[in-house]
């Protein structure tokens, strides 16, 4: 069974410009999540999906979008970049709530 | 952002030798797992665990829900050289949808 893919794996961008990122979850898995990770605030949460809905959004500016699709694969939008940005963007899925969670190799993005 | 307390923060071991490492949190939580993650890499799942006192293995790895949901414990016995890397918790409550993660622990094992 494949695992959670995400893609790309590196980014790197410059201030101002917008960037999506996308996440195919684990075949049967409907729910997707996506974190922000960095050295100085650790694994933070943005926001989960299920069934092409959001169930919870983290604290984290309106620049910071998210989307699911019919086929339960997601994508996650970053619009004017700011340096602060950079950061291992990670997506994990699971069957439903209160389950495991499975993460992918995350994309790096380094914004310039 | 909200994160748990996680110790140590880091620990140095000889290979051979037995880790402890604890999670603590001010909420009670409905599941707890354990992660280990590599640099640049996504965490890896090792142990799940879904009600209090409950006490699970994956090897030579041993996970337990505290009593209190609040705590849980994970254990590495007889630790290797592959044992390197950040050991992260996280712990959920059902209907928020998310996970909150602990501040990790990074294990350096000297062969």
């Known amino acids: 069974k494949a695992g959670v893919t995400q893609t790309p794996r590196y980014l790197i961008k410059t201030r101002g410009q917008q960037v999506t990122l996308s996440c195919s979850p684990i075949s049967g898995h409907r729910s997707v999540s996506w974190y922000q990770q960095t050295p100085g605030q650790g694994l933070q949460f943005l926001f989960e999906?299920?069934?092409?809905?959001?169930?919870n959004k983290g604290n984290f500016p309106g620049r910071f979008s998210g989307r699911q699709f019919s086929n339960s694969r997601s994508e996650m939008n970053v619009s004017t970049l700011e340096l602060g940005d950079s950061a291992l963007y990670l997506c994990a899925s699971s069957r439903q709530d209160n389950e495991k969670l499975f993460f992918g190799s995350g994309t790096q993005l380094s914004v310039l | 952002g909200q994160q748990l307390n996680q110790s140590p923060q880091s620990m140095f071991i000889q290979e051979g030798e037995d880790v402890s490492m604890n999670c603590t949190s001010s909420?009670?939580?409905?599941?707890w797992l354990w992660y280990k993650q590599d640099p640049g890499e996504g965490p890896v799942l090792l142990i799940a665990?879904?009600?209090?006192?409950e006490l699970t293995s994956n090897g030579r790895l041993t996970a337990q829900f505290g009593i209190t949901r609040k705590d849980s414990f994970l254990n590495i016995s007889a630790s290797i050289p592959s044992d390197v890397g950040i050991y992260f918790c996280?712990?959920?409550?059902?209907?928020?949808?998310?996970?909150?993660f602990g501040t990790g622990t990074r294990l350096k094992v000297l062969a």
């Open positions: 999906y299920f069934s092409e809905t959001q169930r």
């Open positions: 996280a712990g959920t409550t059902s209907g928020t949808y998310k996970y909150i």
């Open positions: 665990l879904y009600k209090a006192g």
């Open positions: 909420s009670i939580f409905n599941t």
